[in-house]
T-cell receptor, first 114, second 113 residues
């Protein structure tokens, strides 16, 4: 069965500092991996998606994530945090079979300190 | 503009009442989903539908019901059998495969009084 863990339910960074949000997955076959962002009282929107085309995936708003098969990780990074990055971030995994659902991680809340 | 709409944004319900949450999409997506979000628990799948007139239970379907009579619409009814319905409900849609991006609506916050 697939699963997703996100280390750290809450992460605080200073404005301008590196953002690193961790995601580890388990999957018996090559996975599809997603990062979504949720701003307060809103729905989720896609930041980026890994589909095996390239291990380093660039997304919107300056975020990127690197797929590391040996570590079963898909950590999200951004070189310099902005105040507007404060939100909840969800990692998700799926695989290309008709009967499996997308599995979302528990989320990491990012705070940006001025 | 294409997208997903959910209504109402806020909903209050008395105990013992059924309520229906609306979800409409104009993205021409085949698949639609309902999630429940509670603080610190991420998203839990309630029901999903991959095609009109067909739907499947998710992980927490008890106390909920859905219909999918039209491609654009996937309403969720929270019945009186749901013991703890206060939560944030999110509807999503996708082209149809589990590997497709899901597009989310703005959510409905349900509070039971």
């Amino acid at each position: 069965a697939q699963s997703v863990t996100q280390l750290g339910s809450h992460v605080s960074v200073s404005e301008g500092a590196l953002v690193l949000l961790r995601c580890n997955y388990s999957s018996s076959v090559p996975p599809y991996l997603f990062w979504y962002v949720q701003y307060p009282n809103q729905g989720l929107q896609l930041l980026l998606k890994y589909t095996s085309a390239a291990t380093l995936v660039k997304g919107i708003n300056g975020f990127e994530a690197e797929f590391k098969k040996s570590e079963t990780s898909f950590h999200l990074t951004k070189p310099s945090a902005h105040m507007s990055d404060a939100a909840e971030y969800f990692c998700a995994v799926s695989k290309e079979t008709s009967y499996d659902k997308v599995i979302f991680g528990p989320g990491t809340s990012l705070s940006v300190i001025p | 503009d294409g997208g997903i709409t959910q209504s109402p944004k806020y909903l209050f319900r008395k105990e013992g009442q059924n309520v229906t949450l609306s979800c409409e999409q104009n993205l021409n997506h085949d698949a639609m989903y309902w999630y429940r979000q509670d603080p610190g628990q991420g998203l839990r799948l309630i029901y999903y539908s991959q095609i009109v007139n067909d739907f499947q239970k998710g992980d927490i379907a008890e106390g909920y019901s859905v219909s999918r009579e039209k491609k654009e619409s996937f309403p969720l009814t929270v019945t009186s059998a749901q013991k703890n319905p206060t939560a944030f409900y999110l509807c999503a849609s996708s082209l149809g495969s589990n590997t497709d991006t899901q597009y989310f609506g703005p959510g409905t916050r349900l509070t039971v009084l």
